[in-house]
């Protein structure tokens, strides 16, 4: 067993790299990092509940996430029209994120609220594509399996693969990036677990084109993330209130995600799309249905 001394944690040393490179060898996949899982797995199996499980959460991606965003660059599937506008969405939105979080979430029991009402969203928008869409597009092998012809505007954004050309709209991602942002400041994911269905079921873009975007977005928004967290925690530091991560045991889970991470998008393009949202929603229902029923038992 080890201790983790600032969040108080108590595990087998081999834990948390363990369950978190499984978990994130299967979200990655969707281009989401697995931190919307961990945040359960640090509040209910490690016992962590403090405020600083937030920030932990954030670092987790900052460590893990680098991995999966190498191979999707590699491997030319990078979008970096989108990828620019949803971090220059995501950053503004963080910051009140962050202050919501420290102000009127502190309850354990009201955040693991918060979380399932997210995630419940999250799966309903992906269960409703995958039982109403009656093709599963299948990779063209005349095709090249990267992205191409990438083009940015005010107005659209813009790029083919495979064949196909994709369209829309930039202020419409830019706003919903700056939702997922607050959204994602607050329960400590980067908001990728967010953001990639909703680019897959309400932009109707393919899952193998918006992974690497949406893992660069929760990259890069974690970091800072990170940042504002450790700031303001020295700010409040006076007050007792512990909102610093835990930076030992974000390394550790960070370890394995970065090893899942790049299993995950090193398999990616060799799986249906539709089986890569079942196994995403799977995994958002079990945290969902747990929380509620912890909420109502209470």
Same mark, same amino acid.
């Given at each position: 067993?080890?201790?983790?001394?600032?969040?108080?944690?108590?595990?087998?040393?081999?834990?948390?790299?363990?369950?978190?490179?499984?978990?994130?060898?299967?979200?990655?996949?969707?281009?989401?990092?697995?931190?919307? &899982?961990?945040?359960? *797995? =640090?509040?209910?199996?490690?016992?962590?509940?403090? /405020? @600083?499980?937030?920030?932990?959460? +954030? $670092?987790?991606?900052?460590?893990?996430?680098?991995?999966?965003?190498?191979?999707?660059?590699?491997?030319?599937?990078?979008?970096?029209?989108?990828?620019?506008?949803?971090?220059?969405?995501?950053?503004?939105?963080?910051?009140?994120?962050?202050?919501?979080?420290?102000?009127?979430?502190?309850?354990?029991?009201?955040?693991?609220?918060?979380?399932?009402?997210?995630?419940?969203?999250?799966?309903?928008?992906?269960?409703?594509?995958?039982?109403?869409?009656?093709?599963?597009?299948?990779?063209?092998?005349?095709?090249?399996?990267?992205?191409?012809?990438?083009?940015?505007?005010?107005?659209? &954004?813009?790029?083919? *693969? =495979?064949?196909?050309?994709?369209?829309?709209?930039? /202020? @419409?991602?830019?706003?919903?990036? +700056? $939702?997922?942002?607050?959204?994602?400041?607050?329960?400590?994911?980067?908001?990728?677990?967010?953001?990639?269905?909703?680019?897959?079921?309400?932009?109707?873009?393919?899952?193998?084109?918006?992974?690497?975007?949406?893992?660069?977005?929760?990259?890069?928004?974690?970091?800072?993330?990170?940042?504002?967290?450790?700031?303001?925690?020295?700010?409040?530091?006076?007050?007792?209130?512990?909102?610093?991560?835990?930076?030992?045991?974000?390394?550790?889970?960070?370890?394995?995600?970065?090893?899942?991470?790049?299993?995950?998008?090193?398999?990616?393009?060799?799986?249906?799309?539709?089986?890569?949202?079942?196994?995403?929603?799977?995994?958002?229902?079990?945290?969902?249905?747990?929380?509620?029923?912890?909420?109502?038992q209470r």
């Amino acid at each position: 067993m080890v201790t983790f001394p600032s969040s108080g944690v108590e595990t087998y040393w081999w834990l948390p790299f363990t369950v978190m490179a499984v978990i994130s060898s299967l979200t990655s996949i969707g281009g989401i990092s697995g931190a919307f &899982i961990l945040m359960p *797995f =640090q509040l209910s199996v490690l016992g962590f509940t403090s /405020p @600083a499980v937030t920030p932990t959460n +954030l $670092l987790f991606n900052v460590i893990a996430v680098p991995s999966g965003v190498y191979r999707y660059v590699r491997e030319g599937r990078m979008v970096w029209p989108l990828t620019l506008t949803i971090i220059f969405g995501m950053l503004p939105g963080l910051f009140l994120g962050v202050l919501i979080r420290i102000h009127f979430l502190l309850d354990p029991k009201n955040f693991k609220l918060f979380v399932a009402v997210v995630l419940a969203y999250v799966a309903f928008r992906l269960f409703k594509d995958i039982s109403l869409k009656k093709e599963n597009r299948t990779n063209r092998s005349d095709e090249p399996f990267v992205v191409q012809n990438g083009s940015r505007t005010l107005r659209r &954004i813009g790029f083919d *693969f =495979q064949g196909d050309n994709y369209n829309i709209s930039t /202020p @419409a991602i830019f706003f919903l990036s +700056l $939702l997922v942002g607050i959204i994602g400041g607050t329960y400590g994911i980067g908001g990728g677990a967010i953001i990639a269905p909703v680019l897959i079921t309400v932009f109707r873009l393919l899952v193998h084109t918006i992974a690497g975007a949406t893992l660069m977005g929760t990259f890069v928004s974690s970091v800072v993330g990170v940042l504002l967290y450790t700031t303001m925690g020295v700010i409040y530091a006076s007050s007792g209130m512990n909102i610093q991560p835990d930076w030992a045991l974000g390394v550790m889970l960070g370890m394995g995600g970065a090893a899942g991470m790049y299993i995950g998008a090193r398999s990616q393009r060799f799986l249906p799309s539709k089986l890569i949202k079942l196994v995403i929603m799977l995994s958002i229902m079990f945290v969902v249905v747990k929380y509620v029923l912890e909420f109502i038992q209470r």
